[in-house]
Every structure is written in structure tokens, then in C-alpha cells.
């Protein structure tokens, strides 16, 4: 009936049409306005009413779009993952709806159960659609309907125990509208919707929006209506027509003329009441249209501008929290940053929008049951079915999870996990171990995370290793153990023997280390032998110096002194070496006298990779794809593992009799397995840093909070009882599952030390040679190798000698003390071999 008169009121000559609200009626006007070119300004909040199919529907107040996200907000805000939406089965109730799922899948949340109802529906269906949303996992309700309705519900709700502690209610915004627009609501009313939180489109507060008010007041008084008050589409009413007035004016400025003409096509073949071939088409429809989305200026609404999309700019919402006889603001959504916040959406205009999540922020809510703690938002419903656990039915290593032959039920170390950190839930879940294998081989995890996808499994539990392509297909729980990718290999004991000194050292060190002391004791002795007198001598008296001088430094037990500059350079740097080679030797003898040592011929995994060798791995373990996928290992080298058994003839036949080089596997089998076998050891360290978690649907609410019960467990210390019970390892293990695979120092490590020290001789060299070569072709007028070599070796001849004194009973000449050095101080005068007081040169 209201549709069919707005088709008896366009029958007249419209330029522009204010309204409707309803976006079903919308919906209808908007087909009629485009064919007459006629403005549709329209407060209807139905997103899928657009410009690209209406091109003369302009929006006048904010888009369910926009009040969708701000409720997708606050569900991410308080970290809930489900939602249950109770709707009208209209335009308005679908599409709001439909923008609600778009606006939680982008924050990964999700609608999990979603319920219509005509508009016409009794209060017995009303009562059991309540009833059925009340067996429903999640406690976070969004209502999006009408006036009418909604308060029935929230009524039938309150009646039925579901505006307790633990729901949540999250009505759109015609709950704020309708309070809004009653000064006088029952108290029965009010009482059914207390902590319910709704959205109100934000209307900043101005004079212009106080001089409305008061004026709406005063006519209200005046027609004896006063509880009758004004809402926020009261504001957007108001400005529509102000905005066509304005469009109005610049449309007659710029010329405009109102002039209308028939369109045949309109007609009414069927003899009714109404009178299409009145209608008329407004032939400047497109000018006026243009000039309304043109518009911009302060109204009652705020800023009215509007994008090119014909939606108004900057969309907010006021969040409120029901509380009491009235409403209260607990914070902001503005579609400006996206986020939730306690500060007013018009003061962030003037500032780069910030859209960190860090920085969203709400006031404390009461919800309902009058309790301020967030309630968790799901519940394990009463009727819910007995979920089904996947659980392997191992082959080996039943320690950790196997069916007991003669119960029928699992047990092991990550059945009392689940079953301890089930204990420690709020509330009961039915659920049934279901095996899954054959029990005569290890079960490929995989196939179970595939069966979690599928919904074949409801969850799945045992020793499942946490790899990134299974948490793309269901989310993990908390780790409840950590693992990693470890390399068992054969090890044999080192035995000390009379030679154990030279152990340190591979054979390769000592020869190089050797070569460096007789290379830097020729090199200073190069450097020396002009300028010392100590570096001088009969060619015997030479090479002895030089074997001595080199291996004293060992100890730093040399005794001769250099004077150049060069050759002290070069002797602080090797001692420097010298330090390091020294303190390592005493390190490594000290471990190989003291500790018992493990060899093995595997030093890690780049051995493995480099080798050709057959490489062991436990069937159904991710190992085996790490190794081909991640390690580029050819599949051929890899073979498949069954049993402890089988890993020690694997490793006891070695490669070359059919056997294996090492096994690669995660570190609790490893550790089972060295409980039993002390002549297998682990080479290096872990590898790869995994974890085992239960392994639930994505979006599982009983994931989060079981990650929560293992923490408290771990925290408790009851996790490592559960460990020493079903995993205690014996001595065997502790001595065998590390070792440091070689205590030799290898020349790889001092490569870098014995590299600047042949640098630095070299450098001294080039220097002293081309400083003696400059010398030698200033003073020497005939040039030769041999003279060359003759003048490098002869003893330079003192420069500069200050006045000089006489020993008293000798004609030796004496230089003057304050001309001496400290070192010529302290060292003694050494007799020539002609008997006179060696040269002390200045």
C-alpha cells in the first residue's frame, strides 16, 4: 500500500524525490526513478542499492556497508571467531546480512549459523528460532531487523534465559534509532536488552544540530506529542532537503529549466488504478542529479559531500552499550582509519588516518548479566554431537600413542596430554577416539590433517609435527612438546693413548702452523738483520737464531729484541696468532683428557647433503619430504623406516652392506631410541625447531582454548610428569645423546688468523725491499744482483753520531746518555769479538 502510493504521487511532475527509508520500497522507487530521470534522494541503507545500477539513487545516510565492518570490528576487537545472525527475510535483512559475512571473512572471522524470518512471523516461530539459535555454539548474536520485531525478541529472549551472562547481543542501528526517537520506553522493554551493544550513526554535535533539536522539541510540546524526539535519520532528513534546495540553486544559475515530457512506454495494460501514462519525464534529470552529488556544505549531519560512488563521505558509528534506563557511548568506528576508538571520528580527519589495530581502543562494557568481563563468546553446545578424535595407531615408538590390545581404548604420552588439558576446560565435551592405521605400519599424518579438512575427523591428536602446509589445511593447538630434526649416526668411543697431545691438532693444522713459525721467524730475521746485531753472526749462529727465535714465541719466551717498526708489526700480529692457536690447543686437550669423546664421521647435515649415501627416515614422518623438498636429497637415497629394530641394522650395516649412513628423525623418538642403543649417537644439533600440537577445523574455538589448558599445564609442572612417565630415558641416552662429534681443531677454523699473518709478512717484505732497493740505487754507483744482495746483508752503517765520550783507560768513544734509549739502557753492552765495547748507535 505505501509503495502503490508513492506510484499515485509521482503520477504529478517530480524533480526530485526525498525517501524512503524502507529499502525494499527503495528498491521499487529507484527502477521508477531512473526511467523518469527523476533524483532519488534516499536514506535507505540497503548496500546493493548503488549508483552503477540506479544511476539516480543518491545515498543521504551512511551504507550497511559501513555499519557491517564496524560490527566485523568489534567482533575482532574482543577476539571472537564465530557469529550467529538473526535476520528479517527481506532486501533490507539478506543484503545487510550478506555484507556481514564479506566484512568477517576479512578478518578471518565467519557467520557460523544464520537465521531468517518474514516479517509477518508469529511468536511461536519467533520463540523457536531462539530456541534453535540457543543449541548454537556461539554466543555472539547479531540482530538485524526492525523496530517491531527486534523488541519482541529481545522480550521472548530475556523470557528464555539468553540475555545471561555469557551471550553477547549486537543489534544494527535500529535499536539506537528507535531508543532515540522515544523519551519514554516500557520498563519491561528496556529490562529485556540490558548490555546489549548497538550502533547509532555518528552525528557530531554542533549548533546547528541544538537549534534542531530544540525546535523539534517545541513542536512536539506544541502537537502534545513530547515523547516523539528526533533521531539521527531525523538529521539525515533534514539535510536532504537542504541539499536539493542547494542543488536547486546552482541548477537555475547555471540555467536550468524545468520542463518535463511523455514517454510512451509508459502504460497500464491491465486497467488498474494507477496512471502510468501520467507520469512524465524530468528532461534535466541528469543536470539536477549532477548538482545534488556536487554538493557540499555544513549540515545538522555533519560535513554533506558525497563521492563518486553517491554515498556521503567519511561514514561513522557511535558505538553504545545499553545500561540502565538509558544508552551509553563506549567508543567510535569511522570508515577514515577502520578502526575502533574512544576519540570523535571528526577530530581524525585533520590527521593521516592511522590504522594500526594497536591503537584501537573501546570503554569498558557491561554486558549482559551485569558483568563486566568479556564473555568468551562460545560455549560446547548441550546438544552437541560426540566429537570424533583421530587418533594414529602407531607401529613403534608406542610410547607416545597406541590402541591397547586387549581395552580396545588409546593410551599413551599425548592421550594424557589431551585428556589433562581436557580436565582443565569450563565445560564437558563428548568426544571418541577413533584409530586411524592399520596398526601394522606408522600412519602418514598427513592423510589425517586431510581428514580434518574433509570433516571426517573433528579434531585429531598424538605425536603430529606442526608443519606449514598442515596449518594451511587446520589450525594447531599450543606445542605440548618441542621437536626438531636431529641426525642419528654410529659413534665410537676415543681412546687416549701416549700420543694424546697431538690430538688437538689434525695433521693439516700442524704441518701449516709449523711452516708459519719458520716463515715469521725468516721474516723478522729479513727485517732485523741490517739493524740488530742480535740477528747477526756467522750463517750457523743465524739459522740458529732464527729456529730459536720462531719457537720461543710460543711461549713468549724470545729474548732478542727487534728495532724496526716492521718487524714489530709483524711480531705483534703472529703472537696475537700464537694466543689463539695456544688457548685452543689447551681448550681441546683439556676436553679429550677429561671427557669421554664420541667420533663420528657425520659432523651435520651438509655432510649428508654432499654425500651419495642412503639416508634412513621413520615411515609417516615429515622427514622425507623436508629432506627432498628442503634439502634438494634425491627421493632415491631415501629409504623408509619402520621400527627401533630396523634403525639399528640400518645403521649397523652401514651404507656399502645395505644399510644407511644416518637416520634423520625428530628428537623424542630420538631420545627413546638412544635409551637402548649406546652406540648410536646424535651428530650436531637440532636442524629444524618443530613442535607436536591436536590439530582441530579452522576457526575451532576448542583449539584456543585447549592451547590455553596446556600452557596452565606446562606452567603446573604437570606436562613434564606426563614426559617422565611415559618418556623417562635411561642413562644410556644422557651419555650418548650429545657429544661433540671431533675435538680435533680443524685448519678451517684458523684459516682467517693465519691469513692476515702471511699478509702482514708479505706487506713488511714488499716495504723493506723496496725501501733497501731505493738505498741501494741512491749510494751505489754500479748496480748488480750480487752487489744488491751484498748491500742488503751488510750491517747498516750508523747515521748521525752525537759527540761522543771515552771510557777512561780506552780511546773507544762513548755516547752520551741523554742520547740512549730505554731498551739500550736496560740491555747490557755485548763485547765485540776484537775485544772492544760493542757500537751503541744513537
Same mark, same amino acid.
Given at each position: 500500500?505505501?509503495?502503490?502510493?508513492?506510484?499515485?504521487?509521482?503520477?504529478?511532475?517530480?524533480?526530485?524525490?526525498?525517501?524512503?527509508?524502507?529499502?525494499?520500497?527503495?528498491?521499487?522507487?529507484?527502477?521508477?526513478?531512473?526511467?523518469?530521470?527523476?533524483?532519488?534522494?534516499?536514506?535507505?541503507?540497503?548496500?546493493?542499492?548503488?549508483?552503477?545500477?540506479?544511476?539516480?539513487?543518491?545515498?543521504?545516510?551512511?551504507?550497511?556497508?559501513?555499519?557491517?565492518?564496524?560490527?566485523?570490528?568489534?567482533?575482532?576487537?574482543?577476539?571472537?571467531?564465530?557469529?550467529?545472525?538473526?535476520?528479517?527475510?527481506?532486501?533490507?535483512?539478506?543484503?545487510?546480512?550478506?555484507?556481514?559475512?564479506?566484512?568477517?571473512?576479512?578478518?578471518?572471522?565467519?557467520?557460523?549459523?544464520?537465521?531468517?524470518?518474514?516479517?509477518?512471523?508469529?511468536?511461536?516461530?519467533?520463540?523457536?528460532?531462539?530456541?534453535?539459535?540457543?543449541?548454537?555454539?556461539?554466543?555472539?548474536?547479531?540482530?538485524?531487523?526492525?523496530?517491531?520485531?527486534?523488541?519482541?525478541?529481545?522480550?521472548?529472549?530475556?523470557?528464555?534465559?539468553?540475555?545471561?551472562?555469557?551471550?553477547?547481543?549486537?543489534?544494527?542501528?535500529?535499536?539506537?534509532?528507535?531508543?532515540?526517537?522515544?523519551?519514554?520506553?516500557?520498563?519491561?522493554?528496556?529490562?529485556?536488552?540490558?548490555?546489549?551493544?548497538?550502533?547509532?550513526?555518528?552525528?557530531?554535535?554542533?549548533?546547528?544540530?541544538?537549534?534542531?533539536?530544540?525546535?523539534?522539541?517545541?513542536?512536539?510540546?506544541?502537537?502534545?506529542?513530547?515523547?516523539?524526539?528526533?533521531?539521527?535519520?531525523?538529521?539525515?532528513?533534514?539535510?536532504?532537503?537542504?541539499?536539493?534546495?542547494?542543488?536547486?540553486?546552482?541548477?537555475?544559475?547555471?540555467?536550468?529549466?524545468?520542463?518535463?515530457?511523455?514517454?510512451?512506454?509508459?502504460?497500464?495494460?491491465?486497467?488498474?488504478?494507477?496512471?502510468?501514462?501520467?507520469?512524465?519525464?524530468?528532461?534535466?534529470?541528469?543536470?539536477?542529479?549532477?548538482?545534488?552529488?556536487?554538493?557540499?556544505?555544513?549540515?545538522?549531519?555533519?560535513?554533506?559531500?558525497?563521492?563518486?560512488?553517491?554515498?556521503?563521505?567519511?561514514?561513522?558509528?557511535?558505538?553504545?552499550?545499553?545500561?540502565?534506563?538509558?544508552?551509553?557511548?563506549?567508543?567510535?568506528?569511522?570508515?577514515?582509519?577502520?578502526?575502533?576508538?574512544?576519540?570523535?571520528?571528526?577530530?581524525?580527519?585533520?590527521?593521516?588516518?592511522?590504522?594500526?589495530?594497536?591503537?584501537?581502543?573501546?570503554?569498558?562494557?557491561?554486558?549482559?548479566?551485569?558483568?563486566?568481563?568479556?564473555?568468551?563468546?562460545?560455549?560446547?553446545?548441550?546438544?552437541?554431537?560426540?566429537?570424533?578424535?583421530?587418533?594414529?595407531?602407531?607401529?613403534?615408538?608406542?610410547?607416545?600413542?597406541?590402541?591397547?590390545?586387549?581395552?580396545?581404548?588409546?593410551?599413551?604420552?599425548?592421550?594424557?596430554?589431551?585428556?589433562?588439558?581436557?580436565?582443565?576446560?569450563?565445560?564437558?565435551?563428548?568426544?571418541?577416539?577413533?584409530?586411524?592405521?592399520?596398526?601394522?605400519?606408522?600412519?602418514?599424518?598427513?592423510?589425517?590433517?586431510?581428514?580434518?579438512?574433509?570433516?571426517?575427523?573433528?579434531?585429531?591428536?598424538?605425536?603430529?609435527?606442526?608443519?606449514?602446509?598442515?596449518?594451511?589445511?587446520?589450525?594447531?593447538?599450543?606445542?605440548?612438546?618441542?621437536?626438531?630434526?636431529?641426525?642419528?649416526?654410529?659413534?665410537?668411543?676415543?681412546?687416549?693413548?701416549?700420543?694424546?697431545?697431538?690430538?688437538?691438532?689434525?695433521?693439516?693444522?700442524?704441518?701449516?702452523?709449523? #711452516?708459519?713459525?719458520?716463515?715469521? $721467524? @725468516?721474516?723478522?730475521? !729479513?727485517? %732485523?738483520?741490517?739493524?740488530?746485531?742480535? +740477528?747477526?753472526? *756467522?750463517?750457523?749462529?743465524?739459522?740458529?737464531?732464527?729456529?730459536?727465535?720462531?719457537?720461543?714465541?710460543?711461549?713468549?719466551?724470545?729474548?732478542?729484541?727487534?728495532?724496526?717498526?716492521?718487524?714489530?708489526?709483524?711480531?705483534?700480529?703472529?703472537?696475537?696468532?700464537?694466543?689463539?692457536?695456544?688457548?685452543?690447543?689447551?681448550?681441546?686437550?683439556?676436553?679429550?683428557?677429561?671427557?669421554?669423546?664420541?667420533?663420528?664421521?657425520?659432523?651435520?647435515?651438509?655432510?649428508?647433503?654432499?654425500?651419495?649415501?642412503?639416508?634412513?627416515?621413520?615411515?609417516?614422518?615429515?622427514?622425507?619430504?623436508?629432506?627432498?623438498?628442503?634439502?634438494?636429497?634425491?627421493?632415491?637415497?631415501?629409504?623408509?623406516?619402520?621400527?627401533?629394530?630396523?634403525?639399528?641394522?640400518?645403521?649397523? #650395516?652401514?651404507?656399502?652392506?645395505? $644399510? @644407511?649412513?644416518?637416520? !634423520?628423525? %625428530?628428537?623424542?623418538?630420538?631420545?627413546? +631410541?638412544?635409551? *637402548?642403543?649406546?652406540?648410536?649417537?646424535?651428530?650436531?644439533?637440532?636442524?629444524?625447531?618443530?613442535?607436536?600440537?591436536?590439530?582441530?577445523?579452522?576457526?575451532?574455538?576448542?583449539?584456543?582454548?585447549?592451547?590455553?589448558?596446556?600452557?596452565?599445564?606446562?606452567?603446573?609442572?604437570?606436562?613434564?610428569?606426563?614426559?617422565?612417565?611415559?618418556?623417562?630415558?635411561?642413562?644410556?641416552?644422557?651419555?650418548?645423546?650429545?657429544?661433540?662429534?671431533?675435538?680435533?681443531?680443524?685448519?678451517?677454523?684458523?684459516?682467517?688468523?693465519?691469513?692476515?699473518?702471511?699478509?702482514?709478512?708479505?706487506?713488511?717484505?714488499?716495504?723493506?725491499?723496496?725501501?733497501?732497493?731505493?738505498?741501494?740505487?741512491?749510494?751505489?754507483?754500479?748496480?748488480?744482483?750480487?752487489?744488491?744482495?751484498?748491500?742488503?746483508?751488510?750491517?747498516?752503517?750508523?747515521?748521525?753520531?752525537?759527540?761522543?765520550?771515552?771510557?777512561?783507560?780506552?780511546?773507544?768513544?762513548?755516547?752520551?746518555?741523554?742520547?740512549?734509549?730505554?731498551?739500550?739502557?736496560?740491555?747490557?753492552?755485548?763485547?765485540?769479538?776484537?775485544?772492544?765495547?760493542?757500537?751503541?748507535?744513537?
Amino acid at each position: 500500500m505505501v509503495s502503490l502510493a508513492w506510484f499515485k504521487f509521482m503520477e504529478t511532475d517530480v524533480i526530485a524525490i526525498i525517501g524512503p527509508q524502507c529499502s525494499t520500497i527503495a528498491h521499487i522507487i529507484s527502477y521508477v526513478a531512473n526511467e523518469l530521470q527523476v533524483p532519488l534522494m534516499s536514506f535507505a541503507s540497503d548496500a546493493t542499492l548503488s549508483s552503477i545500477q540506479f544511476p539516480f539513487f543518491v545515498r543521504t545516510a551512511p551504507s550497511d556497508l559501513y555499519q557491517m565492518a564496524a560490527v566485523a570490528a568489534i567482533v575482532d576487537y574482543n577476539q571472537w571467531k564465530l557469529v550467529t545472525a538473526i535476520y528479517v527475510d527481506d532486501d533490507y535483512g539478506r543484503n545487510g546480512i550478506a555484507a556481514l559475512d564479506d566484512a568477517l571473512a576479512a578478518r578471518r572471522c565467519k557467520i557460523s549459523y544464520k537465521v531468517g524470518f518474514p516479517v509477518t512471523a508469529k511468536k511461536s516461530e519467533l520463540i523457536n528460532l531462539l530456541v534453535q539459535v540457543s543449541y548454537m555454539e556461539s554466543r555472539i548474536i547479531i540482530l538485524h531487523t526492525g523496530a517491531g520485531p527486534g523488541l519482541k525478541l529481545f522480550s521472548m529472549a530475556n523470557r528464555l534465559g539468553m540475555m545471561a551472562n555469557g551471550y553477547v547481543w549486537i543489534a544494527t542501528d535500529w535499536l539506537s534509532a528507535y531508543l532515540d526517537a522515544n523519551s519514554s520506553v516500557a520498563a519491561e522493554t528496556i529490562n529485556g536488552m540490558q548490555g546489549v551493544l548497538t550502533l547509532r550513526p555518528h552525528i557530531p554535535n554542533s549548533k546547528m544540530k541544538s537549534n534542531l533539536i530544540s525546535k523539534w522539541s517545541r513542536q512536539s510540546q506544541k502537537y502534545n506529542n513530547s515523547d516523539l524526539r528526533i533521531s539521527a535519520y531525523g538529521f539525515y532528513v533534514y539535510d536532504s532537503v537542504w541539499a536539493v534546495a542547494h542543488a536547486l540553486d546552482a541548477f537555475f544559475n547555471d540555467g536550468g529549466r524545468i520542463s518535463f515530457s511523455n514517454d510512451s512506454r509508459l502504460r497500464d495494460t491491465t486497467g488498474g488504478t494507477l496512471h502510468l501514462e501520467a507520469m512524465s519525464t524530468f528532461d534535466m534529470g541528469n543536470e539536477l542529479k549532477d548538482k545534488i552529488r556536487k554538493v557540499n556544505f555544513s549540515g545538522v549531519s555533519g560535513q554533506v559531500h558525497f563521492d563518486n560512488t553517491g554515498n556521503l563521505i567519511h561514514p561513522a558509528y557511535d558505538i553504545i552499550n545499553v545500561i540502565g534506563n538509558g544508552m551509553r557511548t563506549i567508543g567510535f568506528w569511522s570508515n577514515y582509519s577502520g578502526l575502533l576508538s574512544t576519540v570523535t571520528p571528526e577530530s581524525l580527519y585533520s590527521k593521516p588516518p592511522n590504522t594500526s589495530l594497536a591503537n584501537q581502543h573501546l570503554y569498558d562494557v557491561i554486558w549482559p548479566g551485569e558483568t563486566a568481563q568479556r564473555p568468551r563468546g562460545w560455549v560446547f553446545p548441550s546438544n552437541a554431537k560426540e566429537l570424533k578424535i583421530g587418533v594414529p595407531n602407531r607401529f613403534s615408538f608406542k610410547e607416545f600413542v597406541t590402541k591397547d590390545d586387549v581395552t580396545g581404548s588409546m593410551k599413551g604420552y599425548c592421550i594424557d596430554v589431551f585428556t589433562q588439558a581436557l580436565a582443565l576446560l569450563p565445560y564437558p565435551v563428548t568426544y571418541k577416539f577413533v584409530p586411524f592405521g592399520s596398526g601394522t605400519e606408522n600412519p602418514h599424518f598427513d592423510k589425517i590433517i586431510q581428514l580434518i579438512e574433509s570433516n571426517e575427523f573433528d579434531g585429531a591428536i598424538g605425536d603430529i609435527a606442526i608443519t606449514m602446509n598442515r596449518t594451511k589445511l587446520a589450525d594447531f593447538t599450543q606445542p605440548f612438546i618441542e621437536t626438531g630434526l636431529v641426525i642419528l649416526s654410529p659413534v665410537k668411543k676415543h681412546i687416549t693413548t701416549s700420543w694424546a697431545f697431538l690430538q688437538p691438532f689434525t695433521l693439516e693444522m700442524w704441518c701449516v702452523t709449523g #711452516l708459519f713459525f719458520l716463515i715469521v $721467524g @725468516v721474516v723478522v730475521w !729479513v727485517l %732485523e738483520h741490517r739493524i740488530n746485531d742480535e +740477528f747477526r753472526g *756467522s750463517p750457523r749462529q743465524q739459522m740458529i737464531t732464527i729456529f730459536w727465535f720462531s719457537f720461543s714465541t710460543l711461549f713468549f719466551a724470545h729474548r732478542e729484541n727487534t728495532m724496526s717498526t716492521l718487524g714489530r708489526g709483524v711480531l705483534i700480529i703472529w703472537l696475537f696468532v700464537v694466543l689463539i692457536i695456544q688457548s685452543s690447543y689447551t681448550a681441546s686437550l683439556t676436553s679429550i683428557l677429561t671427557v669421554q669423546q664420541l667420533d663420528t664421521s657425520i659432523r651435520g647435515i651438509d655432510d649428508l647433503k654432499n654425500s651419495d649415501d642412503p639416508i634412513g627416515f621413520q615411515v609417516g614422518s615429515f622427514a622425507q619430504d623436508y629432506m627432498a623438498l628442503e634439502l634438494n636429497i634425491s627421493r632415491s637415497r631415501l629409504r623408509a623406516l619402520g621400527s627401533p629394530q630396523e634403525y639399528a641394522e640400518a645403521l649397523k #650395516l652401514g651404507p656399502k652392506k645395505g $644399510g @644407511v649412513m644416518a637416520i !634423520v628423525d %625428530e628428537r623424542p623418538y630420538v631420545e627413546l +631410541f638412544l635409551s *637402548s642403543n649406546c652406540k648410536i649417537g646424535v651428530a650436531g644439533s637440532d636442524f629444524t625447531s618443530r613442535g607436536w600440537g591436536f590439530a582441530f577445523p579452522r576457526d575451532s574455538p576448542l583449539q584456543v582454548d585447549l592451547s590455553t589448558a596446556i600452557l596452565t599445564l606446562s606452567e603446573n609442572g604437570e606436562l613434564q610428569r606426563i614426559h617422565d612417565k611415559w618418556l623417562k630415558t635411561g642413562e644410556c641416552a644422557a651419555d650418548s645423546s650429545e657429544f661433540i662429534d671431533s675435538n680435533q681443531l680443524r685448519l678451517e677454523s684458523f684459516c682467517g688468523l693465519f691469513l692476515i699473518c702471511g699478509v702482514a709478512c708479505i706487506l713488511s717484505l714488499t716495504i723493506y725491499f723496496a725501501i733497501m732497493l731505493r738505498k741501494y740505487l741512491r749510494h751505489e754507483p754500479k748496480k748488480s744482483l750480487r752487489r744488491f744482495i751484498s748491500f742488503v746483508d751488510d750491517k747498516e752503517p750508523p747515521k748521525n753520531r752525537k759527540r761522543s765520550l771515552s771510557l777512561p783507560g780506552t780511546s773507544t768513544p762513548m755516547t752520551p746518555m741523554s742520547s740512549l734509549t730505554a731498551v739500550d739502557i736496560e740491555r747490557p753492552a755485548r763485547p765485540v769479538r776484537n775485544g772492544s765495547i760493542a757500537d751503541i748507535e744513537s
